[in-house]
């Protein structure tokens, strides 16, 4: 008996991630490895500032940093 599994071929894998990804009912869960050194480094502001969520650090860091980040996307759109 032959399985037919979608994960068996490459490209219906592919479309079926990019389906997924696509989808505009429900976000994606997103995660990222972090190299050792910024894992210490984030996870030391982290503590620092009192976070307990890896969220509220990131969204703290971005709210630190737009202005920069407007700044660099205008510059790019030149």
Not at 17 to 45: K, W
Not at 56 to 72: F, P, S
């Amino acid at each position: 008996m032959k399985a037919t599994r979608p994960w068996h071929n490459s490209e219906k894998v592919l479309e079926a991630l990019e389906e997924r990804a696509l989808r505009p009912r429900r976000l994606r869960d997103r995660r990222m490895r972090l190299s050792l050194n910024v894992a210490r480094r984030f996870f030391g502001l982290q503590d620092m500032l009192g976070f307990d969520k890896a969220s509220n650090i990131v969204e703290w860091l971005l709210n630190q940093a737009k202005a920069e980040i407007n700044r660099l996307a205008k510059e790019k759109t030149k």
